[in-house]
């Protein structure tokens, strides 16, 4: 079975367990215990950072994502960012370090049996099906080319800076620039969704989103914000405007809801209702089927009160049932709509099938 195949037989799964999830007759406020579990796909968790970086070990007992946090999370799905830092060396990232960090992320698989091989995706009790991101493709614009082999890997999900502006885009958090993609970034985000993934704007500038929206649209391309919350909440450029979430929300994307507390609710803290705060703005703007959960944990974030590893994520998911959000769209956003946007391949395209 291709990639997308097994994607779209893992988004069968989730659909059959919520068709078989709890009584309709329950009332929100007693919903949650009884139900089954909710799964979840999160769209970025940094655990290849920490490992390839920061000299955490590859297999996964500590921080936020570890072995047992994410079963306990009823995770389904983890989305691994091979993220290449700004200042990774003096002159740049290179092309070379995003394959190092993809041979860190093969290791700590084959570390790690809770973990599904890359490419294997597929509904397992207690094991997580594994897919690829890039954060920060700006070493690409040294051949636009090289990106194409690493879609054939399976990278999924690709942003054309980081913190800082690159040749290809300005960064949401970048110097000010006068350009947002520029003629390169425009070409690379062309060639990523001829071959058949997407281009990640959770870290690119209200310039570069404005570029990329009619280039996504000739291709029929779903926009997705990997992590990043809405600004009307918290007044932050890493997060998304109202007219970005109606517009991610028109072209069949998402928007990844980020964990971070300043990108919750603007301060150093934030709890549980902070959070649906930012779910229910979310919703309401860009609609149900278009927030997913997009975590950053592990990526040096300020978790919420209540949501301090990946084993909280129940918690959330009770707590949005006893406010009255229904089961069938507590499963969106936990899993099937990050899903569906994995699982997306360019209509009447052979893209690469991943591996
Ligand atoms: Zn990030």
């Known amino acids: 079975m291709s990639a997308a195949g097994r994607v779209r037989a893992l988004l069968a799964v989730t659909c059959a367990a919520g068709a078989l999830g709890a009584p309709r007759s329950l009332r929100g406020d007693e919903a949650g215990a009884r139900e089954p579990p909710v799964h979840v796909v999160d769209l970025h968790v940094d655990v290849p950072w920490q490992v390839h970086f920061k000299g955490r070990a590859l297999r ?22 091979i ?44 094991r997580i099906s594994t897919f690829l991101s890039i954060e920060g493709a700006g070493a690409f614009a040294a051949d636009i080319a090289q990106i194409d082999r690493f879609i054939a890997r399976g990278v999924r999900l690709i942003s054309p800076n980081h913190a800082q502006n690159t040749r290809l885009s300005s960064s949401a958090t970048g110097e000010p620039a006068a350009f947002g993609l520029t003629e390169l970034g425009k070409r690379f985000c062309e060639r990523v969704y001829a071959q058949g993934a997407l281009i990640d704007v959770s870290h690119i500038s209200d310039a570069a989103f404005a570029d990329l929206a009619p280039i996504a649209a000739a291709h029929g391309a779903p926009i997705v914000a990997t992590h990043s919350n809405a600004r009307a909440i918290a007044n932050r450029p890493r997060n998304l405007t109202d007219e970005q979430l109606r517009l991610i929300g028109r072209s069949g994307g998402v ?62 998911a009770a707590r949005l049932r006893q406010r009255g959000m229904s089961r069938d769209d507590v499963e969106k956003v936990f899993s099937r709509n990050a899903l569906r946007i994995l699982g997306w391949r360019p209509a009447g395209g052979s893209a690469a099938g991943g591996g």
Do not use: C, W
């Not at 996964?60 to 960012?81: C, F, K, M, Q, S």
């Not at 092309?95 to 049996?113: F, G, V």
């Open 60 to 81: 996964l007992d500590e921080g936020h994502a570890r072995r047992d946090t994410l079963v306990a999370g009823n995770y389904l799905g983890i989305v691994l960012p």
């Open 83 to 126: 993220y290449l830092p700004d200042r990774a060396r003096p002159e740049g990232p290179q092309i070379e370090d995003a394959s190092a960090i993809l041979a860190t992320i093969d290791a700590i698989i084959a570390a790690n049996p809770v973990l599904l091989p890359l490419g294997a995706a597929r509904a397992e009790p207690g």
């Open 255 to 316: 928007a990844g809801l980020n964990f971070h507390a300043p990108f919750v609710n603007g301060a150093r803290e934030a709890d549980l209702d902070d959070v649906i705060a930012q779910v229910d703005h979310m919703v309401r703007v860009a609609g149900v089927d278009h927030v997913a959960i997009g975590s950053d944990f592990d990526g040096g974030i300020i978790p919420p009160k209540g949501l301090g590893d990946a084993s909280a994520l129940p918690a959330l």
